[in-house]
């Protein structure tokens, strides 16, 4: 389980100042792209039997979805093998995040076995958990990036 010292958000608040914005739209950002880009696609060739007919990879990572105020509902048929579009449609909402409730949801029905189970050799220990143990080091880049 990730944990996360909520008693720093006063002392990042007084590094980032009037930039604090800046800050919570990078680590998201920067947060999302490590859960999306860790997210397994499909291989076929590590898989103990055939893949189904039509079978394409990229479903998992293509259905991560941000938005404002309430989670996503529902899936979307987006294929995504390298990240790219899903991270582009992520950074889009990170923009209006400050200030407000953000959530990044994938609604797939194997997305917990993914994250949970091991199901995938590609990602034994989720995307989500060893993300999110790395939300230090995530904002502390943030707060790098200010100066520079």
Known sequence: MANFDFSRLRDIERIAGDRMDEVVRGTL????????LRTPVGNPSLWQGPPPPGYTGGQAR???QASISSPASGTTTAID?????TITSIAGETQNA?????????????ISILEHDG???QAKEGMVRISLRE??????????NLSG
Do not use: C, F, H, M
């Open 29 to 36: 950002l920067d947060l999302s792209k490590r859960i999306v």
């Open 81 to 85: 093998k390298t990240g790219t579009p």
């Open 135 to 144: 939300l230090d080091r995530s904002i502390d880049e943030q707060i790098a």
């Open 62 to 64: 293509g259905n991560w």
């Open 98 to 110: 400050p200030g407000n409730v953000w959530y990044l949801t994938n609604n797939l029905p194997y």
């Open 119 to 121: 199901w995938s050799t």
